[in-house]
């Protein structure tokens, strides 16, 4: 097989980038890989909260740390003032890395598995903002509802394992082991509902029975996986929650400062095409709404079948 260089063009895709803005108070504003912030006016929850986003060659050998200039940046463009959770899909460097910084800037807990605990242990988090959570138990945050659903990183993890002692930067990407992976399951007082899926791995079954109005789908590395895997990972998940709208999520180059536009990921890492072909033909195979969030836009999709 030839060898693909370069990288998908997001142009071919301006049309998917159609959430619409928020015209209430309920809003999710994505911000690059999988971190998504939602926020209703009282209360504001944030996953992963990766913003450094070191560059390739740092990544690759050097040691990295939470950059705290670009945090900071980030935080103050979004308008991020005070927060109540913090919580990482799983804990390789670019979902967790930054994950304490942010919780110990915005007063939140920082929550997941004994991974998630041991970055805030190793950035001096206070045991009494670190939470540790239990499978499957919901747990409220104002209006917000979460439920914790054990999942799967998607093939190949690259870092296994566990987390097993704080972990002090600066260190070696391979520190930051993937941990305890999540389906993060949403509810609000609002009646809006929402899966997180910061990852494209899943448990089979793991999400049956659990309903979600919208679906965040991590989609990095998706597009190297056989058509197979591809499609059931759409039925592990949008259909199995029977979700109606499809928000995209990791297709980004997490290389990039997200100060500058967004581009995918390399073909050498991905194939966004790939994904967006089956999931375009799923999609209107069963009347989903499939769409790509626009950086640092307050979006309501949850109005797409109600506006």
């Known amino acids: 097989m030839r060898l693909k260089l370069g990288r998908p063009d997001i142009g071919r895709y301006a049309d998917r980038f159609d959430v619409p803005a928020s015209t209430d108070t309920f809003g999710a504003t994505f911000l690059g890989v999988s971190s998504l912030l939602l926020d209703d006016g009282e209360t504001a929850v944030l996953t992963d909260g990766f913003f450094s986003r070191p560059s390739l060659p740092r990544v690759a050998l050097g040691r990295i740390a939470p950059d705290h200039a670009r945090i900071d940046a980030v935080l103050a463009r979004a308008a991020i003032g005070r927060l109540a959770l913090v919580a990482p899909v799983h804990t390789h460097f670019d979902h967790a890395m930054d994950s304490a910084v942010v919780a110990e800037r915005t007063g939140a807990v920082l929550a997941g598995g004994e991974s998630t605990a041991n970055v805030g242990r190793g950035a001096d988090l206070p045991e009494d903002r670190i939470r540790v959570v239990t499978p499957g138990e919901t747990v409220s945050f104002g209006a917000f509802h979460l439920t914790w659903i054990e999942s799967e990183h998607c093939p190949p993890d690259r870092y296994p394992g566990e987390i097993t002692e704080p972990l002090v930067p600066p260190v070696r990407t391979t520190a930051y082991r993937c941990g305890e992976a999540w389906s993060i399951l949403l509810a609000h007082d609002s009646g809006r ?51 109606q709208e499809v928000v995209l999520l990791h297709w980004d180059d997490f290389f990039r400062p997200l100060d500058l536009p967004l581009r995918a990921l390399p073909y050498l890492g991905d194939d966004l095409d790939v994904t967006m072909r089956v999931f375009t033909e799923l999609a209107a195979q069963q009347g989903v709404g499939l769409h790509l969030p626009t950086v640092w836009q307050r979006e309501d999709p949850w109005a797409i079948r109600t506006g």
């Open 193 to 243: 509902t929402a899966l997180v899926q910061g990852s494209a791995g899943f448990v089979p079954g793991s999400l049956h029975g659990r309903r979600a109005g919208v679906a965040y789908l991590g989609v990095g590395q998706l597009g190297v996986q056989d058509e197979d895997y591809i499609r059931t990972y759409w039925a592990e998940t949008v259909t199995a929650v029977g979700a």
